[in-house]
């Protein structure tokens, strides 16, 4: 993507209160607090986002009921994502991988992969943009509900941690999601290093098998990345778990 260097001024004032956030959390901490920050960082990044967002959502990876959906969804909201918006920039990523249009290339400069495209205004904002990359989400009742109101959940959640434990809880939350966005930043930026996708194991182990990104970008529409026994794939373990209680179907892989 041509890079718009204008800001978005309030996406800016958002990560950097989170990661504030994030690094008052260690003068909160409890053992209650890690479980929250283990949680959110499984059942928001692992379930919402990559398993839903990205594997199921954008790729078609696999078919659930719409109850499982909506409920990946919010999880994945509470990461402060909106759904279509996600869907709609990473399948543009897709059809312009390291060339003229991807909305997050190491080839425009690795902090524009990692977070800078985040906070730009690009054309992404654009509803035309998004039409064309998402159009049945455009006019599903529930994804363009959520394309408006994705904070909403977030500032919900918020409430009810600030209620339950204190501001210690909220910061643990705060922390999971800024380690969260990283982790899956880090798919872009360092999975595209040197500008093509790479398998990179230690993205796998921290992105729960996000980091296998060639074998992703030759098999998009797999919902596993790990294709070898050894290429560790949270993701896909939890979708084969989820197959077999049947929660999921239609499990796409290649045949290799
Ligand atoms: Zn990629
Ligand atoms: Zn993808």
Not at 72 to 92: E, G, K, N, T
Not at 200 to 213: F, M, R, S, T, Y
Request: hydrophobic letters at 50%; aromatic letters at 18%; a positive charge.
């Amino acid at each position: 993507m041509k890079k718009d260097t204008k800001i978005q001024w309030g996406t800016v004032f958002v990560l950097v209160l989170f990661h504030v956030g994030a690094f008052a959390a260690p003068f909160f901490f409890n053992g209650r607090r890690l479980v929250e920050f283990f949680a959110v960082w499984f059942v928001c990044g692992c379930l919402g986002t990559c398993i839903w967002l990205h594997r199921g959502l954008t790729h078609g990876g696999f078919k659930t009921s719409r109850p499982v959906e909506y409920s990946l969804v919010i999880f994945a909201a509470l990461l402060l994502q909106d759904p279509l918006r996600w869907v709609a920039s990473h399948r543009r990523h897709h059809d312009h991988t390291d060339k003229d249009g991807d909305t997050h290339s190491p080839k425009d400069g690795f902090w524009w992969a990692h977070i800078g495209w985040v906070y730009a205004k690009n054309r992404l904002m654009h509803d035309d943009e998004l039409k064309h990359y998402a159009p049945k989400l455009m006019i599903d009742p529930f994804y363009s509900l959520m394309h408006r109101a994705f904070w909403v959940p977030p500032v919900i959640f918020a409430g009810l941690l600030f209620w339950y434990g204190g501001l210690g809880d909220v910061l643990a939350w705060m922390c999971a999601v800024v380690v969260c966005w990283h982790f899956i930043w880090s798919v872009n930026s360092f999975g595209h290093a040197k500008g093509r996708p790479r398998n990179k194991w230690w993205i796998a182990v921290l992105a729960w098998g996000e980091g296998w990104h060639r074998n992703h970008h030759k098999w998009p529409w797999s919902a596993r990345h790990g294709l070898r026994i050894y290429q560790i794939d949270v993701a896909w373990y939890v979708i084969w778990l989820m197959g077999f209680l049947r929660m999921v179907r239609n499990i796409q892989l290649p045949k290799i």
